[in-house]
DNA sequence: GCCATATTCAACCAAACGGTTGACGATGGG
DNA sequence: CCCATCGTCAACCGTTTGGTTGAATATGGC
């Protein structure tokens, strides 16, 4: 698959694709908004006052990253936010973590009323 | 440069910066060559195979991130890790790891409170 | 003062990026 | 069947990126 740098390490890191994608204004907020829900990709576009070609572009690059990933239902293809690739390079950033200023136990107590808490959470639009 | 988008959002997001400094693996192996010591630029371009002029532009794109910070002592320029600006793109980031279909408005009311206020709010050195 | 060292600058290059437009293949509805 | 809709492909364009080289600019040692 990936071929070998001279260290033996792999030229391409995955790390490269994700933050690649993550490093556009416009990438960033499809996944902000693809957190709130599954979307056509049309609907994905309608925002944007770009044309359809750049975002399905876009969404290419996310899904290359392994960001979101897609699938055709019908004529529709509904693209999904795949968290996981987010969470690899947030691991990678977190070994500089000295991260005095923020609280991480604060964080993941919050996450967890969050997620246990208030409505019960998933009522996704399939 | 910071024009303002039709949005009223700012056209260049720092997190742009921070991201696309992050997506290159010589840069990524720069930082964690920095976690260990600060470093003069001939120190850092050592390990690799490309000029030294290559990893000068290197270190000025990990600057401009706010990754790093770099200080001439004498002739020789010092680069040290500045792990603040890793600390928003993760705190970025860790709003897709967890979440699923959860209260944004109460993670941004997480945000502000825990950037604004352990250390008395953000003093970034630009 | 002279020379070696440390770092950047300037010009150049190929490749990738982000966008456009227009044509094209699927698919589903009336 | 016909046609509108969904989405991608292909070609093109200007800009940015990541690298090279060679010259230039400090700075420090002797």
Redesign the interface.
Known sequence: MGGAG?NG?P???P??HV??A????TR?EI?TML??DDMAVTDVAEPF?MSLAAISKHLGILTRAGLISQEKRGRVKWCK?E?DA??D??I????????????LD??ER??EA??DG?SG????AD
């Open positions: 001279p390490l030229m391409t890191d790390l490269d933050f690649a993550l490093a556009d204004r960033r996944l957190l709130e006052e936010l968290p987010l969470r390079a947030s990678w950033m977190q070994s500089f973590g000295q991260f005095e200023a923020v609280n604060a964080f919050f996450l969050e997620i208030p959470g998933s009522d996704r």
